[in-house]
């Protein structure tokens, strides 16, 4: 029988894919789903049909797994940002590094691999240094602000708690939702896009406890600035800075055209490992600062980096493991595609009393190949691309270049595989595999790994 999209249909979890979706099958053909562990019977409803496969949305979990706990958040059953709270930590920790194993052996098709034991997040919960809160209308308060209902773009619910973010995060939401209130400021509706209050961003950072407020907006005034200043400043000292960035393009993200800077210089400053870092409002920066700590010390350890280095930070954000690294080698050389971030790693190896360390501002396939000075005389490298990760034409600049040793870093095990095959056919040998959780209660996984000539 052949299944169509609107069908609902119950299904056994057979395993989980390689990005944690799980796997079950419906007469003879795969189909997958968004929740569900293995061995669960789901009854779910299908969203695509395609020759080989299914896909589907699990409306009931009918068998439950003995390895779900009771979630500790009261929103989980609604709230798209934690799908594994309900999912026993070291339970978590065996299926994320079961992604990275089924990848490099399918996908890559290694046959052995050194793949290390998983590093814990160092806290499971209130780890995310930046959480982004959404407004939306609604037609019982009039808007809701928290964070989208599982998969819905356009329904927001109003956030009481949130075990992901530092405590204060909810009580800011909780006091600006009784603000916007009291001053009768308007929320957007995603739909009409119509109304004023898009975002409310709050970056809380971990080492040195400063908050960022940032009110994203269509343009105009934030009504009862003033007071709102006013009551920031007694109720949450932390608070050291407050923005309002201007978005008056329909996509709906929290990075404005126009940036005000109402409270404050405008930036946090984070520190990792030795190092100061300005965080603005709409910089790249590692979300959980203490695991980052982890995953760079594991980079170096892999790196091994000496006095005599001329190293290549590549696809380096604002310039964070390479400024780290500085003090080890002779020389760092950063790419990165996104100018701001540029200007944020040379304004934080400034921060830092850094002089030899070298930004490129571009696409990292294109200055590879046409500014040779990049790869001159250096002998290791760090790559940390995106979830797409390594752009064929940057990958193929490294292999025909001369340096020793690479280590990448890694936040999807499926791109990395298929990068990882290029690296072995072409003469690398793969070391040591480290997965790092940086991400507890959710699917995603990052990974550290070396490779040598
Ligand atoms: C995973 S982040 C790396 C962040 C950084 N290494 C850190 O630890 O904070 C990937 C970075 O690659 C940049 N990027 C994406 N595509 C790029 C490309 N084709 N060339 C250069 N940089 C790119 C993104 O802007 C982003 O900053």
């Known amino acids: 029988m052949n299944s169509h999209p609107g069908d609902i249909v119950e299904s056994k979890i057979k395993d989980l894919a390689y990005d944690g979706k799980a796997v079950g099958e419906i007469d003879g053909k795969i189909i997958f789903l968004n929740a569900g562990l293995p061995g669960e019977l789901v009854r779910a409803k299908i969203t695509k049909s395609k020759r080989n496969y299914n896909v589907g949305k699990v409306i009931e979990i009918i068998e439950k797994s003995d390895e779900r706990i009771e979630a500790q958040c009261s929103h989980f059953d609604i709230c798209g940002g934690c799908t594994w709270q309900d999912l026993d930590y070291e339970r978590q920790l065996y299926y994320k590094r079961k992604q990275i194993d089924d990848c490099l052996k399918h996908i ?187 995953l760079y010390k594991t980079a170096f350890e892999l790196l091994q980096p000496n006095q005599n280095d001329r190293l290549l930070d590549l696809y380096c954000g604002a310039g964070t493991i390479g400024l780290t690294a500085a003090k080890m080698v002779d020389e760092v050389i950063g790419v990165e595609l996104e100018p701001t971030a540029i200007e944020a790693a040379r304004e934080n190896a400034k921060l830092n009393d850094i002089t030899n360390a070298t930004f490129y501002t571009g696409l990292a396939q294109e200055l590879l190949r046409n500014n040779p000075e990049i790869l001159n005389g250096v002998n290791s490298i760090i790559t940390d691309p995106p979830r797409a990760g390594m752009h064929k034409k940057a990958l193929k600049a490294l292999v025909e270049h001369d340096h020793k040793r690479l280590v990448y870093i890694s936040c999807n095990p499926s791109t990395f ?37």
């Open 108 to 294: 890559a098709k290694f046959e052995t691999v050194d793949l290390a034991e998983i590093i814990p997040a160092p806290n499971q919960f209130r780890y995310r240094n930046k959480m982004e809160f959404s407004f939306n209308t609604n037609p019982e308060d009039g808007f809701a602000l928290g964070l989208h209902r599982r998969g819905r773009f356009d329904e927001i619910f109003n956030l009481d708690e949130c075990y992901l973010t530092s405590e204060i995060d909810p009580e800011i939401v909780k006091w600006f939702r009784t603000f916007v209130k009291e001053s009768g400021m308007s929320a957007y509706n995603v739909t009409e896009h119509t109304g004023f209050l898009r975002f409310l961003m709050i970056r809380h950072t971990q080492n040195t406890n400063q908050i960022m407020l940032n009110i994203v907006t269509v343009d105009g005034e934030i009504i009862n600035l003033e007071k709102l200043i006013d009551d920031v400043k007694s109720k949450f000292p932390e608070v050291v800075t407050i923005v309002q960035n201007i978005n008056n393009q329909k996509s709906n993200i929290s990075k404005g055209e126009k940036e005000f800077i109402h409270y404050g210089d405008g930036f946090i400053e984070e520190r990792i490992l030795d190092c100061r870092f300005r965080i603005y409002a709409n910089s790249f920066f590692q979300t959980n600062s203490l695991q980052t700590e982890n």
């Open 417 to 453: 595989a298929r990068d990882a095959q290029i690296l072995v056919d072409s003469g690398y040998s793969l070391g040591k595999v480290i997965p790092v959780d940086m991400f507890p209660h959710t699917m995603h996984i990052e990974l550290v790994s070396i490779f040598e000539r």
